[in-house]
T-cell receptor
């Protein structure tokens, strides 16, 4: 059984640019959540997708957007990057809306 | 609003000693509780979870946690730690009326010394 995978592993962008991060959920999981983990902090909930629809959002501005595809993989898009967007972005999938979440290894985004 | 507090940012302990990592939360509704471990440059791995039933929950790698509703706590314990337990540990909470959103604490770094 393949776990949650994320790409790319690392990414360097400059302020004002746009970035797309990708996540493949674990087989059989229809729910994907995205988190931002700044250095030295716990993960902060960005949003969740359930069956291709956004199903909850944290306190992040609209320049953070996402998609979920029919195969339940997902993308996180961030526009107009700011220095404070530098963080580890974690994707987590689950077999439903409740219960535990299975995390991927993350994408380390650095904004210069 | 939901908040999760991990009182200790760092916990040094000698190998084979017992350890307790503390977690307190604030919520006015029923909650689901989780502990995750994060090794360097890796994602989060679930250690254990409390959804309902017995308040003493056993997880992987010899860890256990006890849900105390009156004290709104979910402390993680291990009777004898190993060097390989060195990692960062995160407590997480979701609420029964908004269970798709996980709230994480700021983490506790466990440093096991030989």
């Amino acid at each position: 059984e393949t776990g949650v995978t994320q790409s790319p592993t690392h990414l360097i962008k400059t302020r004002g640019q746009q970035v797309t991060l990708r996540c493949s959920s674990q087989s059989g999981h229809n729910t994907v959540s995205w988190y931002q983990q700044a250095l030295g902090q716990g993960p902060q909930f960005i949003f969740q997708y359930y069956r291709e629809e956004e199903n909850g959002r944290g306190n992040f501005p609209p320049r953070f957007s996402g998609l979920q595809f029919p195969n339940y993989s997902s993308e996180l898009n961030v526009n107009a990057l700011e220095l404070d967007d530098s963080a580890l972005y974690l994707c987590a999938s689950s077999p439903g809306q409740i219960n535990e979440q299975f995390f991927g290894p993350g994408t380390r985004l650095t904004v210069l | 609003a939901q908040s999760v507090t991990q009182l200790d940012s760092q916990v040094p302990v000698f190998e084979e000693a017992p350890v307790e990592l503390r977690c307190n939360y604030s919520s006015s509704v029923s909650v689901y509780l989780f502990w995750y471990v994060q090794y360097p440059n890796q994602g989060l791995q679930l250690l254990l979870k409390y959804l309902s039933g017995s308040t003493l929950v056993k997880g992987i790698n010899g860890f256990e946690a006890e849900f105390n509703k009156s004290q709104t706590s979910f402390h993680l314990r291990k009777p004898s730690v190993h060097i390989s337990d060195t990692a960062e540990y995160f407590c997480a909470v979701s609420e029964s009326d908004n269970f798709n959103k996980f709230y994480f604490g700021s983490g506790t770094k466990l440093n096991v010394k030989p």
